[in-house]
Structures are given as structure tokens and as C-alpha cells.
């Protein structure tokens, strides 16, 4: 078991990052992915840890390979009042995200499935087949009060599962159908196959889309994001989304202390040539076991600046991994500032989009009389 260990911890320096120096899952397993570590959700009974029997058993387990399974949800609209989120409504077509991002808030939501917020949450999917078909009933509802959805809010709309499954298409087609308003965020380039559907509802100020980009530096990308598009496919994507007349937001998001704060304002420079007229940014957050993966990646990837992150971490959320209220103090106020000083140079936020909820209507429906006047 010794030699075990030291394997893992030449992937993370930090045993008690582990949660007690637990063997979760070995590097060769990890390959290719983002979370270096399979902990037990927060609400198991059990918690779960490697252990060879003598045997070598576990030098023979193979990596971790993306599975898809269906869910059947009985409404696909997520409605949240949180005074943080600047969204009402929001449809989530996948659970989970193949895209590894390390730092992902939408972790320890996996742990209500009973799967592990690390490997399970980007290999282990689950995909909503009957997504638009909900959507249309739910829209379709006398009682219903158009409001911006957020496409892709909690997980990527456009991983890569996507590409096969194209239930975010689908999606995309009943909105365009009732002229309903939609906000898209996401790390792919893939939401350009949908420039058809997207450029017609701009021009009835139905969308904008937000292309998070947390670096230029396409090592750092891969390491943090290991299966999201590079960088520069990113900012092509804004280019081609905005000469279609399709309005483009850039995310710096998450901002990570001594990690990619230093790229503000080469990221919003690169965003505005790319036509973006609208920035915003996010604070790194670590709620729940987020903390425990980001702090076995951050010791695997960069050890030698590991404890000069999680200090500035901790100097932005009142002295501990994760606060609510995050974004306070010193090193918070700072980069708030440059932020703000940037887009002022640069144009960015002069105004901002406001999408149209007047042209929503509720087309025909197959067996509905129509109305005689």
C-alpha cells in the first residue's frame, strides 16, 4: 500500500487535503479528467477509500469513462429566488459536466444522486431527453409568466455530450417557437452549430450569450478545464456569435488568486476585439466538497503556490474556504476595482441588454381549437 500512496501523492503533495489522507482514487484512474479525487458525497452513510489487499488489485483499475444515463424529471423549469443569482428561471438539459473544471460550484449537487461530487460528477452524466417536450407544456401553461431562462446555469448546456444528444437544440427550437428570452452561458464552442436558431432571435432581442473564459494560457486551460474548448476556440466563438448579430457577454469566471487574477484585463481585451459588448466576473467559491477537489488539484498542479492561494481564498470570504457572502476584503475590493477600470477603458458595459419578454406567445398546440377572433 506504500507504494500506492505514493503514487497519490505525487499527484497531491497535501494528504490531509483528501480529508484524512483517504486514498479516493489513483492517478491513472484520473487521466484526462479534472477532480484527482472520488470522495463519498456529504450524504452517504459511508465513506469510501482505496485499500490493497496484498493482492494488487488495485494497480488493474481502469480510468474513469464517462457513462450517460437518462432522467426523467417531471418539469425541466428550476426557479430559485437566491438575491446572489441574477436569474429567476433556469433549465439545466444535463446533470453533471464533462467538461472536469476543478473549481465547478455544481459539484456537490451529484451527492444527492449518491455519486461522488469528484470523478462520478464529470463522468458519471446524466442527460433529459424529454427536456423540450416539458418546456413546451410548462410554456404552454395558461398561468405562465414569461421571465429570461438561463440555459446551462448550473452545468455546461454545451459539453460535449451535446454534440450527440442535441437536447439543448431541441430546447433552443421550442423557445424560438413561443419567442421566449434566453440567457446562455457557457465553456464550448459548440453553441455556434446553433447560430441558425440564436441570430433570428436577436434580432427580436430574445438572447445574448456569455463564453466564460478564465485564461488565455491554453496549458493552464487544459488543467483546469481539461475537456472544455481551448481559449482561442472560445474567442472565436464570440467573433462568429457577434457577426451574426448575436449579442456576446465575456465571463471572467471563476477568478482565482495568484491562479489567473493577473489575465483581467488581457481576457476583457481579447473578449472586446472579439466583439463582446458585456463583461462580468465571479469570485472563486468553494462551497461543499468544491473545496476538497480544488484543493487536491491546486496541490497536484501548482504546489509551490498552493498555501498562497487558499490564504488570498480565505482573505475574500471572512477567513474560511467559503462564505455566502463572498467578495469581501482587501484582495476582493481590488480586483472589483480593476475589473471596473478595464471595461471602462475598453467600452465594455456601457449598456446593458435587456432581453424582450413583450413578443412571447403561445403558438397553436396540436388538437387545440383555435380562436374564432
Avoid at 488489485?57 to 426523467?72: C, M, N, R, W
Avoid at 432571435?201 to 478564465?214: D, I
Amino acid at each position: 500500500m506504500s507504494s500506492l500512496i505514493d503514487r497519490r501523492r505525487a499527484l497531491s503533495p497535501d494528504p490531509a487535503a483528501l480529508g484524512g489522507g483517504h486514498l479516493t482514487a489513483l492517478s491513472s484512474q484520473a487521466r484526462g479528467r479534472g477532480a484527482g479525487v472520488n470522495m463519498s458525497g456529504r450524504f452517504e452513510a459511508y465513506s469510501r477509500s482505496l485499500f490493497d489487499d496484498g493482492w494488487q488489485g488495485l494497480e488493474d483499475l481502469a480510468p474513469f469513462k464517462t457513462t450517460v444515463f437518462e432522467e426523467k424529471p417531471k418539469t425541466i423549469i428550476t426557479r430559485n429566488d437566491s438575491p446572489d443569482i441574477s436569474f429567476d428561471q433556469s433549465i439545466n438539459p444535463y446533470r453533471g459536466c464533462e467538461h472536469g473544471c476543478s473549481y465547478c460550484y455544481a459539484r456537490p449537487a451529484h451527492a444527492y444522486m449518491g455519486l461522488s461530487p469528484g470523478l462520478d460528477f464529470e463522468s458519471k452524466l446524466f442527460a433529459k431527453p424529454d427536456a423540450a417536450k416539458l418546456l413546451r407544456a410548462e410554456l404552454s401553461a395558461k398561468n405562465y409568466v414569461p421571465k429570461t431562462i438561463a440555459l446551462g446555469a448550473n452545468t455546461d448546456a454545451y459539453q460535449p455530450i451535446e454534440r450527440e444528444r442535441r437536447i439543448t437544440r431541441a430546447i433552443l427550437e421550442v423557445l424560438a417557437e413561443f419567442n421566449h428570452p434566453v440567457g446562455i452561458v457557457t465553456k464550448s464552442a459548440l453553441v455556434t452549430r446553433d447560430i441558425d436558431i440564436l441570430a433570428p432571435m436577436a434580432r427580436k432581442g430574445l438572447v445574448k450569450v456569455a463564453l466564460s473564459v478564465t485564461t488565455l494560457d491554453p496549458k493552464l486551460a487544459r488543467a483546469m478545464e481539461p475537456r472544455a474548448a481551448t481559449p482561442a476556440k472560445r474567442l472565436a466563438a464570440m467573433e462568429q456569435l457577434s457577426a451574426a448579430g448575436i449579442p456576446t457577454v465575456v465571463m471572467v469566471a471563476p477568478i482565482i488568486p495568484a491562479v489567473n487574477d493577473s489575465e483581467i484585463e488581457a481576457i476583457l481585451s481579447a473578449a472586446r476585439r472579439a466583439g463582446a459588448a458585456e463583461a462580468g466576473y465571479v469570485m472563486l467559491r468553494l462551497p461543499h466538497e468544491v473545496k476538497d477537489v480544488f484543493r487536491d488539484w491546486l496541490h497536484a498542479t501548482m504546489p509551490e503556490r498552493a498555501q498562497k492561494v487558499m490564504s488570498l481564498v480565505k482573505s475574500s470570504s471572512g477567513g474560511k474556504d467559503y462564505d455566502a457572502s463572498f467578495g469581501t476584503g482587501p484582495y476582493a475590493w481590488t480586483i472589483g476595482r480593476r475589473f471596473e477600470l478595464s471595461c471602462q477603458r475598453l467600452g465594455l458595459n456601457r449598456s446593458k441588454l435587456k432581453l424582450d419578454t413583450s413578443h412571447f406567445h403561445r403558438p397553436p398546440q396540436p388538437g387545440e381549437q383555435l380562436a374564432l377572433l
